[in-house]
């Protein structure tokens, strides 16, 4: 487990955990050790653990019941975007065409050098893209520039997003096939600004008109961080709603924690959905 990692702890659990138990390297119906050695094993807290053993009851992989321990149930590998708060993102795509604009190496912004932990002025990689909506006569809704490091984004050629399958898929799945990633954690912050010229241009807007940003950073079954793009939204063709749920966890003093928990948020597009 990694302190410096931007997934939480206890992700970083439940995801080695359910690695292990859809792989069969733990047995259905076997017993996971106590809280405490797992707590141990992992180099984590109890909180933790429990956070952890949440994640996998929630996908129903684990049973817990009082005096009896907790006891793998078991199921068939599941897609990567079905663990936790990952499974709730975004929902599959309506139709929509994608247009990448530009692609190529570029100088990377600080934000993305920041990310990827790399000097000023390294180059990157970038897809300058737009995506438009078909049902509403190919209307545009959502403008991402997408950054890869350059081990990945010299696999990358224009014409692997542009059959109808590709179109049909977030551009990380293309990645992921394309340079055979296992992708495991996205990152997602959010926030709100004004169009300015070049956004109400691409978005066919007014300037000055609100837009929701969001900004993703995808990382792969190792930690390492394989994708980050940062995308801004029509508001009026963007919702995203955040479900949060609360779980009480006795702390070291036996008190209850409160823990607040973003692992049910969703995001939805009235009428396209998607997390390029």
């Not at 929902?91 to 934000?111: N, Q």
């Not at 970038?126 to 995506?131: E, G, I, S």
Request: hydrophobic share 35%; aromatic share 6%.
């Amino acid at each position: 487990m990694s302190n410096r990692s931007p997934i939480p702890l206890y992700h970083q659990v439940a995801t080695d955990l359910e690695k292990q138990i859809t792989s069969g390297a733990i047995p259905v119906n076997a017993m996971l050790p106590p809280e405490r050695e797992l707590a141990s094993r992992y180099g984590v807290s109890l909180i933790t653990v429990r956070a952890a053993m949440r994640v996998l009851m929630d996908q129903r992989l684990i049973d817990r019941r009082p005096g009896k321990g907790t006891t793998v149930l078991g199921r068939q590998a599941r897609a990567v975007w079905e663990l936790g708060w990952l499974n709730h993102l975004v929902a599959s795509l309506v139709p929509s065409r994608l247009e990448i604009l530009a692609m190529g190496l570029v100088t990377a912004p600080h934000w993305v050098s920041a990310r990827f932990g790399l000097t000023t002025g390294t180059r990157v990689y970038q897809m300058d893209t737009v995506r438009y909506l078909r049902s509403a006569g190919d209307k545009p809704f959502m403008s991402t520039q997408i950054y890869h490091p350059r081990s990945i984004g010299r696999m990358l050629r224009k014409r692997d997003f542009e059959s109808e399958v590709a179109q049909a898929q977030w551009v990380i799945s293309v990645v992921e096939q394309k340079c055979k990633l296992d992708v495991t954690n996205v990152r997602q912050t959010m926030c709100a600004q004004l169009s300015r010229l070049e956004s109400a241009r691409r978005l066919g807007i007014k300037v000055g008109e609100p837009l929701l940003e969001v900004t993703r950073d995808y990382f792969d079954d190792s930690g390492r961080l394989v994708q980050t793009g940062r995308s801004l939204y029509r508001s009026d063709e963007f919702e995203y709603v955040l479900n949060l749920s609360r779980s009480r966890l006795p702390n070291r003093d036996g008190f209850n924690q409160i823990l607040e928990s973003g692992d049910e948020s969703h995001g939805r597009l009235d009428r396209a959905q998607t997390a390029d």
